[in-house]
Each structure stands twice: as C-alpha cells, then as structure tokens.
C-alpha cells in the first residue's frame, strides 16, 4: 500500500473559478481518511484530482513517493468505488468482480483466487452466480467494493458509497466497510461522505473542506471534543453545536463569561488578561447542556418545540425569526418542558469560548467563512 501527499494543490475551472486552493495533506499507508464538508465544498473534486479523473492546475500530488500530475488514472495504482455501483448488469457478480483482471491478461486460476479472495472478505461466496437485479442495494455497492478490491491497488478511493442507500442498508454497509478494513489494516483508503456518522465512525482521521481550503485536520473525537473554529464546531456533531454571545469578565487558569442573555459560563479553556472584556462566543453542544435548576446558568429561554426520543428530550428554544433555535439534548423524557422557561447549564469542560470565530484553545487557527448554498 502507498502513502499520498498532496502539496498547495488546487483546482480552478475556466482560469477564474477557484474550487481548492492551497490544500496541503499526508496520507499514511494503511490510514482510512474521510473528506467532509458543505454542499460545493470540493470532496469529490478532491477526490477525482487524486484518481486523475479531474486535472490539478496547482500544486503536486505524489503515490507513494512519485509526482502522479501528468500520469493517467490507469498507471496511478488506485481503485475508486462511485455512488452509482455501475455494474455490468448481464454479467454475474463473478464475471463483474472478474472483469478487470481478464483485461489484465490474468491467468484464469489468478481471476477465481482473486475474486474468491475478495468474495469472501465481503460475505458475497453465495451471490458469485447471481446477475446485479437480483441483489439489494448494499450486496450491489459490495459488489463494485469488491471489484476494487481484487486488483489489489496502492489506494482505494470511495466516493460517497453509501449514498444511494436507504437508512437501514446504509448503517449494515458501513459496519462491512469498518469490518473490511479490520481485514486489510495495511490498506491505504480515501472516503469522501456527506455523513457525519460514516466519518466518525470510519474514519482514522477527518479532514474538514471549507471555503476552498481544509478547515481542520484529526482524528474524529478530536474533531468533535476540540474544534479549532467555530465552523467545525458547528459541522461536527448533530444536533450541531449553539452558539451563545458573551463578554469576558474573568481571567485565568478558567475563563467566566457573561452571557448577553443573562447568566454566566465558567469555561476550563485559560485565558490572558490581554482578553478580559472582550466580545466572545461561548460554545455548547446540545448533549453537554444539563438542567440548571436554582443554580447558575449559562441559557434560559422558554422552550418551544420537544422532541422525546425516549433514550433523550430534544428541547427547541424560541428564537427570533432568521435565527438558528437553542438546542438542549437531556437525558430522559422531559415533555412537559414544552412552553416552559427552562435554565441550562454545563461542566466547564464542556464549555468552547471562541473570539473571532476561532477557539482561544487555538489562537493561531483560523476563521473558515462559508457561504450558505
């Protein structure tokens, strides 16, 4: 398996249209990375850039070692798998996994040890002799896994797989793609999704695309328990994280803010008195809110929408019109919230502070803007 590193690539169309700028990322052999991002962000560009399907127009992109700009899709040791399976559909799932290495001048006996390789590895022994139209969704998309598998490339690259699935497919897919790469821990893997889901539960490190650029980098808790900026705070993480103004009136090992809406926060992010009094925005993901009771806290508002889904209460506060509503994620059924002012709070370690849109964890990080599509 190879690595892969890409230096200041970028992609723009037509000479004034720029897509990607300035994208700097090493893949490790054996890594599973997953590109996520906004609608228009560039994942699958991305992507097809690294397959040679798209032409870089900056930059250098290497395989394993070897500047692969100029060289074509078939000479770059990749496999890629599309969100449609495209599937021969009068050849059996044999002849389909098989097809690429018969173009390949492999011996016979080479094609059944390779195919039955990678059959078996898929739980697809038993559908070798069936035609595409007589298997599910996911059997199919394991089919066209299963045709990049025996050709035993240098990277696999998956563009959004799953996609085209309905919800229960998707969820047994992807716990076969986590158990496939168990299989081949060597095997290096670039996936691109729209689901938060497939990413942290698939991934060995998320990078997050956004406004031309990688907003961050790192393992998925990573992501999700220290978010460099407030856009990743936000992308990361369902129902995504509320964001709450406030001004700093304490300094120190711990940083107190004063929220515009009444109450205060205690965050365990330090602070300089270089910030005491500024402007600020302090971060809670809707899971770490707890019930205030007669306590400090850091929201109140009264809650306008519930949503009791048994394990945990979604509680939907009442927000001015064109604003995103406060969200509260407790434990437990609490429906008789609804039409209540309700006080939350939360552990200071749970607590973000961010200023300028960047975590004061990061100071050195940046402000990714992002326009709605």
Known sequence: MADVKLTDVGKTYGGTVEVLKGINLDIGKGELVVFVGPSGCGKSTLLRMIAGLEKITAGTLEIDGQVVNDVPPSERGIAMVFQSYALYPHMTVFDNMAFALRLAKKSEDEVKEAVHAA???LQL??????????LSGGQRQRVAIGRSIVRDPKVYLFDEPLSNLDAALRVATRLQIAQLKEQMPESTMVYVTHDQVEAMTLATRIVVLAGGGVAQVGPPLDLYERPENEFVAQFIGSPKMNILPGKIVGTGEHTTIEMDGGGRAVSSVPSTDALMGASVNVGVRPEDFVAAGEGDYIYEGKVGITEALGEVTLLYFDAPAGEDPTIGKLAGIHQGLR???????????????????????????????????
């Open 339 to 373: 039409g209540q002012v309700t006080r939350l709070t939360a552990d200071p370690a749970k607590v973000h502070v961010f200023k300028d849109g960047v975590s004061l964890l990061y100071p050195d990080g940046k402000n990714v803007m992002v326009e709605p599509h």
């Open 119 to 121: 059959a078996e590895k």
């Open 125 to 134: 022994t038993n559908f070798l002799d069936r035609l595409p139209k007589a």
